[in-house]
């Protein structure tokens, strides 16, 4: 959490390497924000269950401009049901795993670091680049058999575009430090329409994977334990912490075209977490639980006149590592 302890700007020169961790089980389908009960009770459920690693180094070529690379993993196995004469009588899995897209990006604080130690804003501009597979396949079962099949779209390492982002963030200290507000914004801008990766589905108009701008945006407080922490500003010590987050895939992105299948949705989360500073290390634990999931209506829906669902989790674990050196 930006602010929530040390001081989060780099002196010039300076650098510091990043472990980020994700896991999310999604099992809770809904269509819009109706959830689909059914599915679960008759066993029918599709369930992705994800790990995601990201390690990330940034250099400061200043105390007010600094760089980022970023560079993921995943691992994801995708469960889905067998059907035989519309009796769900068993269950297919798929994995994947490799590197995910790789991504750079710069930031720069707005106003001087040394005249404002207790609030700022940063503005940064990235882009992501297209590295991982993104028409991953594995053998699929069947009742009859297996299939050498196309991935779903949801446990794609990547999306197969060039794409650009802006990004946010910012903090304030209060009360000598004892509350901080914080607040963050990443929109991945995937101008691109489709890839060339085919989905496998009925529809026509889903025949092609599309490649989706992203968004996601988080706010809260932080506040030290006391029995723990000094009370001072930037020193070693737990805080815990308790914010809002939405993140999800919009209907229509913001340049280009929006063809091709895409599950537009997204998931409004309260986010609880810890974070403890010693040193020159920073350790983050927050899991957001969510308390609206809405699958949208795609422009593949509004062509066949339909309304797909989507598979949710009720929330998500975060692990995030960084040490300066």
């Known amino acids: 959490m930006v602010g929530a302890h040390q001081s989060p700007y780099l002196n010039t020169k300076e650098w510091e390497a990043s ?21 679960q009770e008759e066993g029918s459920e599709v369930i992705n269950d994800i790990y995601l690693f990201d390690v990330g180094v940034t250099y400061a070529f200043t105390q007010r401009i600094h760089a980022s690379l970023s560079v993921p993993f995943q691992y994801a196995n995708r469960s889905s049901a067998l059907r035989q004469a519309g009796e769900v ?16 990006r710069g930031r720069c604080w707005l106003f001087n670091p040394a005249a404002n130690p207790t609030g700022n804003i940063a ?15 594995d053998h699929k079962r069947k009742l009859t058999g297996t299939t050498l099949d196309v991935n779903d779209q949801s446990i794609q390492p990547g999306d197969g575009g060039y794409g650009f982002i802006l990004d946010m963030q910012a903090f304030k200290q ?23 990766a085919r989905t496998g589905r009925r529809r026509a108009s889903e025949a092609i994977m599309s490649v989706p701008d992203q968004y996601l945006a988080r706010a809260g407080v932080a506040v030290p334990i006391p029995w723990i922490d000094s009370c001072s500003p930037w020193e070693d010590g737990l805080s815990l912490t308790l914010g809002a987050r939405i993140e999800g895939v919009p209907v229509d992105d913001a340049i280009g075209k929006s063809d091709g299948f895409r599950r537009p949705g997204y998931a409004v989360s309260i986010e609880p977490g810890l974070v403890y500073a010693f040193g020159k290390n920073i ?11 809405n699958r949208q209506r795609s422009n593949t829906d509004e062509i066949d006149n339909t309304h797909g669902d989507a598979a949710f989790a009720d929330f998500i674990i975060l692990f995030g590592y960084s040490r300066r050196f």
């Open 19 to 39: 472990f980020g961790f994700r896991w999310q089980y999604s099992d809770r389908h809904f269509t819009g924000v109706k959830e689909d009960e059914e599915r």
């Open 89 to 104: 009588v068993d269950r297919s899995s798929v994995q994947n795993s490799s590197i995910g897209d790789i991504s750079v």
């Open 283 to 293: 350790f983050n634990l927050s899991a957001p639980v969510a308390v609206q999931r």
């Open 123 to 137: 503005l940064g501009v990235g882009v992501k680049f297209p590295t991982a597979d993104y028409k991953s396949a």
């Open 174 to 196: 209060l009360f000598e430090g004892n509350l901080t507000l914080y607040t963050s914004a990443t929109y991945l801008f995937n101008p691109e329409g489709t890839n060339d």
